[in-house]
Nanobody, 121 residues
Framework: VQLQASGGGLVQAGGSLRLSCAAS????????MGWFRQAPGKEREFVAV????????YYADYVKGRFTISKDNAKNTVYLQMNSLEPEDTAVYYC???????????????WGQGTLVTVSS
């Protein structure tokens, strides 16, 4: 499975961005698709995950109510709509394909290259 993330950029606090993650290759083997992020000097952390077939979702508490994960199976693409962005959301955002619905990065096998989101105050 190959994953290509895009959509990052510079936005002011309170603004919105939509990230995309296009999957190719053995997409039939994907069970879940997740988004993680890594801020400078910090460890990678979970953001959200969606199951590839049913669309069940799970969010980290710090993005719940502001971020929405969705999918388009016809396009093999997962999206992360980010609203009410805060400077603390500044990070490189990664998409990943997983074997279960999980917040642990160890349960994800394939990773995209990351896309940088910068939120200015």
């Amino acid at each position: 499975v190959q994953l290509q993330a895009s959509g990052g950029g510079l936005v002011q606090a309170g603004g919105s961005l939509r990230l995309s993650c296009a999957a190719s290759g053995r997409t039939f083997s994907i069970y879940s698709m997740g988004w993680f992020r890594q801020a400078p000097g910090k460890e990678r952390e979970f953001v959200a995950v969606i199951t590839w077939s049913s669309g069940s979702t799970y969010y980290a508490d710090y993005v719940k109510g502001r971020f929405t994960i969705s999918k388009d199976n016809a396009k093999n693409t997962v999206y992360l709509q980010m609203n009410s962005l805060e400077p603390e959301d500044t990070a490189v955002y990664y998409c990943a394909s997983g074997r279960i619905i999980s917040s642990a990065s160890d349960n994800y096998d394939y990773w995209g290259q990351g896309t940088l989101v910068t939120v200015s105050s």
